[in-house]
């Protein structure tokens, strides 16, 4: 999801595209939340500019977590989605904020393919930045952006489960035995995968 994101970030043409971009030191600034993340090592996953207006940098961290798990199960899929925005907001948010003087963005899904609020703005924006770029429709620009998550995200699902077949994991191809269908919802930042055939779980 991390380097698919700064693929998309650079085709649509930001600029200063940069996988685990450390944050800068802190200073004495104090924060908050006691969960900040305060360490010098600290980073986020993307960062880049000129998404949300010209020169501006942003800074993506992603999660993907299973609403099934024990933790989340009790919850409304929606609340759980912003449980876990707020805990990334909560632990990078201000830093990002107050010392790197830049937006931040967590962007959480669920392993059934649901994004959060947050996210499903911020691929919007992708979209539309990105069907001003290419000159193509702003509903094929995020239908290809949408696909390529599903595809992402199916990808980690299935070698999670199966691992790693051989030295390198097999990429998926029109040639491979699998049968996706995809259901997206109009207006809605709801995204659900079916697979069948021959994934031998």
């Known amino acids: 999801m991390r380097d698919l994101t700064a693929n ?12 685990e971009p450390h944050l800068l030191p ?58 876990h925005e707020d805990e990334k907001k909560r632990a990078y948010g201000e830093r990002v904020l107050q010392v790197e003087k830049s937006s931040f ?5 669920s392993t059934s393919g649901i994004m959060g609020d947050e996210a499903d703005k911020f691929y919007k924006k992708l979209a539309s930045k990105l069907s001003d770029k290419t000159k193509q429709s702003y509903p ?22 199966r691992g790693h077949r051989g030295t390198s994991p097999k990429r998926f191809s029109d040639r ?10 109009n207006n809605s930042n709801y995204l659900s995968i079916l697979c069948t055939d021959n994934l031998d779980f």
């Open 176 to 185: 491979n035995d699998i049968n996706i269908l995809y259901m997206i919802k």
């Open 26 to 83: 802190l200073t004495g600034e104090e924060f908050k939340y006691r969960s900040a993340i305060t360490t010098e090592e600290a980073r986020l996953d993307v960062s880049a500019r000129d998404l949300w207006s010209p020169m501006a940098k942003l800074f993506l961290d992603f999660r993907v977590f299973n609403s099934r798990a024990p933790t989340n199960q009790s919850l409304p899929i929606t609340k759980a989605l912003k449980k």
């Open 8 to 19: 998309l970030l650079a085709e649509a043409g930001c600029g200063d595209v940069v996988i």
């Open 140 to 161: 094929d620009s995020i239908r290809y952006i949408r696909q390529r998550l599903s595809f992402c995200l199916l990808r980690t699902l299935v070698i999670s489960l």
């Open 105 to 109: 963005t967590p962007v959480v899904f």
